[in-house]
């Protein structure tokens, strides 16, 4: 083994040592570090550009030049910047190939000819995501000649939130459902003050293609409310360090601030003072920050305030706001996260997963042009298996977001080895329509609108954008868990293009975090992360809550097992287990009618007990112990297995994880080690409990006679 990937070569502005350099270690830019290299562009982000490719040729003795001199093997050129360099080949400026069309305001071309790899773009931006996509090639970027190639990102708008709060909340700390130590941007009501931090965090944000985060959390306490007024400079300061990323600041604010901040007695959307308010408050945010991306609301839900107070719906609420930003260029992302966390759990009428669609569906087409409706991929709540959001298929004339969470809120907190991309994938593939109709990421996919004109399924559509919660945190990997990175990784390569397939991102979050010259044996690690993360997400569904039943977790921070934790409260999860079945009846025959919320044909396979897939079988069905599943096996029966099987793969993650030792960073692999520990010990305590609950429950023993308490 050669010496392995540690930190950057920056420290961290509060004294503190520089983090792991995640999936950016200095090897990973050797191939560029060692060309003669010509950057020809002006402005912050292609300064950018230069000083990450000056950083390389320091280190791997290349050299770099913004004008031409001598001979170069690499050139990043903005085209609108005066005329090409000689250095250009005249192929390399010749019309793009078949998959053309101009690189817009984010993408760049990318060819290679006469020995010289150019990419070419018209913005800034472009150029950044073009120096990372050289990086990610690595030496395949220096190798023959290249057709020129157009790169450009299907979705425009790329953004993780981070549920982080300015003072520290009393229940859920500096980060809601953060799982990586502290917040990067807040420390006890206060800037964090890590400057390097945050231009290392726009690094990572960059080189996958994230251009906006929110920078507190949507559940905006007093603290977190004045970043709208009062402590703006706390907010331009962000967004000064992250602008040379290509990365737009959005603020989470508080429906009810023209109360609480203004002094106004409403904050009703239609009264003409709160329209006001809110654009004169407005106003001055562009004032401070000029590129500030606009607002995240949260509003009617879980005890945040809204539109319903005054008797409003939520596209007055959303348009008003809206309003504001809309001469500015900003957006709305409204979400869409609303329903009664306030339920008798012994009426049987209501359903938590119909809220989102009861409430949104009604409303399509009356949303302004730059309100985004950011909408959780599933119904009910980030659980490791849930049916896609119906809502995503019944608004085409709205712009949708679809949420996901990179913070493994239910999916081991960052403890747990799990890599989701794989259940991302699933999501964004979802047909709506059917089998032969427009996936998820289709429907989101607004640029490629030309492209899916000959895609059959109900449109035009308005498209839109992807958001996730972010993992991060002040942990010196980021994210508590090594591997999770790897998460994070993939969500803003997916953000960039739905389509791309999981295995194929996690093996270019290997090469670029594990480079082969600085692990012991490169086949042996890829082989070994690939063993332990590919099915990792399955595998935790296996060991979790069973057939899309979820929210079997503790109430008390959702992590471990609970069976009945939810069943007798207030927030609507509920599995109905009894001495006969379990299952929660989401029909239109005799249940709650949420199968209905679909379109065909996916509202009859819901519905029938006989075509339901197993894998969400008790999310719309209350069966007997003794169903047989299209596997064959009784329902039962799959528990017990599942729980069983799903330990063994987490003993031979930890298993595999060991044969790495001394192949890679000791501090990557001790951690990770210890994290594998705690995985193993968490879901044999999720085996037994739910295991003993359902044998409890049932009386039906293990047909295989296995240890049940
Ligand atoms: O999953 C739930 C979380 C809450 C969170 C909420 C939301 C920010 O448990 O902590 O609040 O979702 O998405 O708003």
Not at 87 to 103: K, L, R
Not at 225 to 247: F, K, M, Q, S
Not at 250 to 256: G, P
Not at 657 to 682: F, K, N, Y
Request: with cysteine.
């Amino acid at each position: 083994m050669t010496s392995p990937a540690t930190a950057p070569a920056t420290g961290t502005g509060a004294g503190e040592p520089p983090p792991h350099p995640a999936w950016l270690p200095p090897e990973a830019f050797r191939a560029i570090g060692a060309r003669r290299v010509l950057v020809h562009g002006d402005g912050p982000l292609v300064d950018t550009v230069h000083d990450e490719v000056a950083r390389a040729c320091a280190r791997h003795g290349g050299r770099v030049q913004r004008t031409v001199a001598g001979p170069v093997d690499l050139v990043l050129a903005l085209r609108d910047s005066g005329p090409l360099p000689e250095a250009v080949p005249p192929a390399a400026t010749a019309a793009p190939g078949p998959d053309g069309g101009s690189p817009g305001d984010e993408g760049f071309l990318l060819t290679r000819s006469d020995g010289v790899t150019v990419v070419l773009a018209d913005a800034p931006a472009g150029l950044l995501y073009g120096l990372f996509h050289l990086v990610r090639l690595g030496e395949a970027a220096f190798t023959g000649e290249q057709p020129t190639r157009v790169h450009r990102p299907v979705l425009r708008r790329r953004m993780l939130d981070h549920w982080d709060n300015v003072a520290v909340h009393p229940v859920m700390g500096q980060v809601e459902r953060g799982y990586a130590g502290g917040s990067i941007f807040w420390r006890d009501g206060r800037p964090r003050g890590d400057r390097d931090r945050l231009r290392a965090y726009g690094r990572l944000l960059a080189s996958m293609g994230i251009n906006a985060i929110s920078v507190n959390n949507v559940n905006v306490g007093p603290t977190e409310a004045l970043l709208l007024t009062d402590r703006l400079d706390d907010v331009a300061e962000i967004a000064d360090l992250l602008r040379p990323y290509g990365v737009r600041v959005h603020l989470s604010v508080t429906f009810a601030a023209p109360v609480v901040l203004g002094g106004l007695s409403t904050a009703d959307p239609l009264d003409d003072g709160v329209r006001d308010w809110w654009e004169s408050t407005t106003r001055r945010v562009y004032a401070r920050i000029p590129d500030f991306g606009g607002y995240v609301v949260k509003a009617d839900s879980e005890g945040q305030p809204g539109p319903f107070s005054y008797g409003r719906d939520h596209a007055d609420g959303a348009n008003l706001l809206a309003g504001a930003l809309a001469p500015h260029g900003g957006v709305v992302h409204w979400r869409a996260f609303v329903y009664d966390h306030r339920r008798d759990w012994r009426d049987r009428t209501t359903d938590r997963a119909r809220a989102a669609y009861d409430h949104f569906a009604p409303l399509d087409g009356r949303f302004a042009e730059n309100v985004v409706l950011q909408v959780k991929f599933g119904p009910v709540d980030f659980q490791p298996r849930e049916p896609v959001s119906p809502v995503i298929a019944a608004m085409p004339a709205t712009r949708l977001a679809v949420e996901l969470q990179v913070t493994q809120e239910y999916t081991g907190q960052q403890w747990h080895a799990c890599y989701l991309a794989p259940w991302w994938h699933e999501v964004l593939a979802f047909r709506l329509w059917g089998p032969a109709e427009r996936s998820v990421a289709d429907v989101l996919a607004d640029v490629l609108a030309d492209v899916l004109a000959d895609v059959p399924g109900p449109g035009p559509h308005r498209g839109g954008e992807l958001v996730a919660v972010a993992n991060v945190g002040d942990d010196p990997f980021w994210c508590g868990h090594p591997l999770a990175q790897a998460n994070l990784y993939a969500f803003g390569r997916l953000a960039w293009d739905p389509r791309l397939d999981p295995v194929a991102l996690l093996d270019e979050w290997i090469d670029l975090t594990f480079p082969a010259s600085t692990v012991g044996d490169p086949a042996l690690v890829r082989e070994t992360l690939h063993a332990v993360l590919d099915d990792s997400w399955r595998t935790y569904e296996r060991y979790t809550a069973p057939l899309g039943v979820g929210f079997m977790v503790n109430p008390a921070g959702h992590y471990g097992p609970g069976v009945d934790g939810y069943e007798y409260s207030r927030w609507g999860t509920y599995h109905f287990a009894d001495r006969d079945g379990v299952g929660v009846d989401r029909t239109c025959a005799t249940g709650t009618g949420f199968a209905g919320q679909y379109p065909p044909p996916w509202s009859q396979v819901y519905e029938s007990l006989e075509q339901c897939p197993d894998e969400l079988l008790l999310f719309f069905h209350h069966v007997p112990y003794s169903h047989v599943l299209h596997s064959g096996s009784t329902v039962i029966q799959h528990i017990y297995d599942t729980h069983f099987a799903g330990v063994e793969e987490v003993v031979a993650m930890r298993d595999r994880w060991s044969r790495l030792a001394g192949m890679i960073d000791p501090a990557v692999h001790d951690r990770v080690t210890e994290r594998l520990a705690e995985q193993l010990r968490c879901a044999t305590e999720w085996r037994d409990q739910v295991n003993t609950y359902f044998f409890r429950k049932s009386g039906v023993p293990d047909a295989r006679g296995r240890r049940i308490h």
